[in-house]
């Protein structure tokens, strides 16, 4: 007697491989939002047109820093005489043009700014050159 003995294919369960495709699809999706955070600052820079002293004149102060050098209003100071010198101006909203070169030391900037924040002269304008 001849037996027919018919085999049944083998096919593979996919659904454990599913559930990790899944899971891994979400942790790569988690994963690049706070990557894309980390890496990207985007900056919206202000437009401003000045702050009138009532004579049609404009109130400005332009601070530029470069690597070794600090000017206010075109007249070079020591970095460690800015706080000094910025009492002379009493109005905190005056617009405040802060041009600095991009070979100058982050603590610099940290300073300048750490002035300014004592004087509470908070309408800041960072100056960049174009492309």
């Known amino acids: 007697m001849k037996r027919n003995k018919r085999r049944d294919e083998l096919v593979p369960d996919l659904t454990p491989l599913m559930d990790i495709m899944f899971l891994l699809?979400?942790?790569f999706i988690v994963t690049?939002?706070?990557r894309n955070d980390q890496n990207i600052l985007a900056l919206n820079l202000p437009k401003t047109e000045g702050v009138s002293d009532g004579k049609g004149v404009k109130k400005e102060l332009v601070l530029e820093l470069s690597k070794d050098k600090f000017a206010v209003n075109k007249k070079e100071v020591a970095l460690d005489d800015f706080s000094d010198v910025i009492k002379a101006y009493k109005d905190p909203k005056?617009?405040?043009?802060f041009r600095v070169d991009k070979d100058v030391v982050y603590d610099r900037i940290v300073k300048v700014l750490n002035v300014l924040q004592q004087?509470?002269?908070t309408n800041l304008?960072?100056?960049t050159s174009k492309l």
């Open 25 to 27: 699809l979400i942790f």
């Open 32 to 34: 690049s939002v706070f």
């Open 94 to 97: 005056i617009e405040v043009d």
């Open 119 to 121: 004087n509470n002269m």
């Open 125 to 127: 304008s960072l100056i």
